[in-house]
């Protein structure tokens, strides 16, 4: 089979990405009914190489890895040389004779981008400066597991054009589901990202105007991680965006909400909205463990029927 790599949700067609939706629904299950039994990778390895920290990434791969019978290797740019300044192209080359499969949490998406074609291992975007496609996955699975299909119904992001609502325009067109991003002037997702998703993506200003009807409202931190120094402009900026219950009674009745997470309470949600009913973050953050190990089966093994 030859090598596929998963950067973003356009690296996989639409069929494809609904069947790892539902292969992870099934791992999921058969996790919870029998435990970690199915070990498909014994001594293979995974490389995690982190140049952005994190927990629920970190924690959910190398859980995948250990439930399916192989290794996760934690590398950060102090373990290794290219925190020496080693060639993008020559690390990843090296490590395709070692290792499995590969999965980067970086900045540069076009660095991520230089890596993979070097590869001769899958490698997974694990986060980019661009793209977050991995958490989109333990999105679009968790709001199938709660509400079935979501072809042709209705999303709100509110807040910042950043990576995740680049991913959640990416979702809208390989799922068919309609967008509508929310963000003030001047914090809009790429244009030619937007340009892309054609009539599948509205862009808004108001979202209290935005939510209503709504089957699901997501958003993100003000300021991501690099945009420290912007936080109290940001703040200014982004008065009014704050996603609260109010706001949610204006969607649909069995609107649910999603953040990928860590949040910022106060700020760009309420300080009491993890706890309404309606937020099923922890479910959301928990898929990502399922999410992912059905995304290192499909780049390893392909299709799995049982």
Request: charged fraction near 25%; hydrophobic fraction near 40%.
């Amino acid at each position: 089979m030859a090598t596929r790599h998963f950067l973003t949700l356009l690296d996989l067609s639409p069929e494809e990405l609904h069947y790892l939706v539902q292969r992870a629904i099934t791992i999921k299950n058969r996790l919870r009914a029998q435990g970690p039994s199915y070990a498909p990778f014994a001594n293979r390895t995974l490389a995690m190489i982190f140049e952005k920290s994190s927990t629920r990434t970190r924690v959910s791969f190398e859980t995948a890895m250990a439930h399916f019978g192989g290794h996760a290797l934690f590398l950060s740019p102090r373990d290794t040389q290219l925190g020496r300044g080693e060639p993008i192209e020559d690390t990843a080359r090296v490590l395709a004779e070692m290792v499995d499969i590969v999965m980067i949490r970086t900045f540069s998406h076009a660095g991520l981008e230089t890596y993979a074609a070097a590869s001769a291992v899958p490698v997974i975007n694990a986060l980019s400066d661009d793209y977050h496609p991995c958490q989109l996955l333990a999105d679009v699975m968790t709001w199938t597991e709660l509400r079935g299909s979501v072809r042709g119904r209705t999303a709100v992001w509110i807040g910042d054009g950043n990576n995740m609502c680049h991913s959640w325009i990416n979702a809208a067109r390989q799922f068919d589901f309609q967008l509508r991003v929310c963000c003030p002037e001047g914090y809009e997702p790429r244009q030619d990202i937007l340009a892309a998703a054609g009539d599948r993506v509205t862009l808004l200003r108001d979202p209290n105007e935005a939510v209503v009807g709504a089957d699901l409202v997501t958003t993100d931190v003000w300021a991501s991680m690099g945009q420290e120094e912007e936080q109290a402009k940001r703040e200014a900026d982004f008065a009014g965006f704050q996603v609260s219950e109010a706001m949610l009674d204006r969607a649909k009745p069995d609107v649910l909400f999603l953040h990928c997470l860590p949040a910022h309470r106060g700020e760009e949600i309420s300080e009491t909205l993890l706890d309404d009913p309606r937020a099923v973050v922890w479910q959301e953050a928990g898929n990502r463990l399922h999410a992912q190990k059905a995304l290192i089966e499909f780049l390893l093994l392909g299709r799995v029927d049982h």
